[in-house]
């Protein structure tokens, strides 16, 4: 009886435990569906929660995101951090303001297993906002391992009065 109630509760705990896993292969399959997810994974209303095991899954175990900008003192800086180190720092703003993240044009550049993409977004804090609260460039780096795509590094600076997006990087009117 003791045998019989044991396997029972191993087989119910290795099928939980096989429910609890997602599969994100198809979200890392193409570059676009890889940048496509980014964007998304991110993105949500107000008070809904991001999938940050998805956002871990796009990054390389060695990846870095580094916002660049001006310091209060004017000095222009980057900031390195990892995707825990992201979500720790944003995470809960996302949530509590709302914030949707749009790509509105990409350039690629390739060679081998590299692609560096250059990703003008936009960004609304509800889906329903009529213009943008911030708009910049992120530069994604990503790597093809024949199996899947990799998140390596985003970099990236938001648009100012100093520093508009040049119009080589906004859609083709």
Same mark, same amino acid.
């Given at each position: 009886?003791?045998?019989?109630?044991?396997?029972?509760?191993?087989?119910?705990?290795?099928?939980?435990?096989?429910?609890?896993?997602?599969?994100?292969?198809k979200q890392v399959a193409t570059l676009d569906s890889t940048i496509e997810t980014?964007?998304?994974?991110?993105?949500?209303?107000?008070?809904? !929660?991001?999938?940050?095991?998805?956002? !871990?899954?796009?990054?390389?175990?060695?990846?870095?995101?580094?916002?660049?900008?001006?310091?209060? !003192?004017?000095?222009?800086?980057?900031?390195?951090?990892?995707?825990?180190?992201?979500?720790?720092?944003?995470?809960?703003?996302?949530?509590?303001?709302?914030?949707?993240?749009?790509?509105?044009?990409?350039?690629?550049?390739?060679?081998?297993?590299?692609?560096?993409?250059?990703?003008?977004?936009?960004?609304?804090? /509800?889906?329903?906002?009529?213009?943008?609260?911030?708009?910049?460039?992120?530069?994604?780096?990503?790597?093809?391992?024949?199996?899947?795509?990799?998140?390596?590094?985003?970099?990236?600076?938001?648009? /100012?009065?100093?520093?508009?997006?040049?119009?080589?990087?906004?859609? !083709?009117?």
């Amino acid at each position: 009886m003791k045998t019989t109630i044991s396997t029972l509760l191993l087989v119910l705990t290795v099928t939980l435990s096989a429910q609890e896993t997602k599969d994100y292969s198809k979200q890392v399959a193409t570059l676009d569906s890889t940048i496509e997810t980014l964007y998304a994974v991110i993105s949500g209303d107000k008070g809904v !929660k991001r999938d940050w095991n998805l956002f !871990k899954y796009l990054f390389h175990k060695d990846a870095k995101l580094i916002p660049t900008g001006k310091s209060p !003192k004017g000095e222009i800086n980057a900031r390195y951090m990892s995707p825990d180190d992201y979500i720790k720092t944003a995470g809960e703003w996302l949530v509590e303001n709302g914030f949707h993240e749009i790509e509105i044009n990409r350039t690629v550049q390739a060679f081998g297993n590299i692609t560096q993409v250059f990703s003008t977004y936009e960004s609304y804090k /509800s889906k329903s906002d009529e213009e943008p609260f911030m708009r910049g460039i992120n530069s994604i780096q990503l790597l093809n391992d024949g199996k899947r795509w990799w998140v390596i590094n985003i970099y990236w600076m938001q648009e /100012s009065e100093e520093n508009p997006i040049p119009e080589e990087y906004l859609p !083709k009117q």
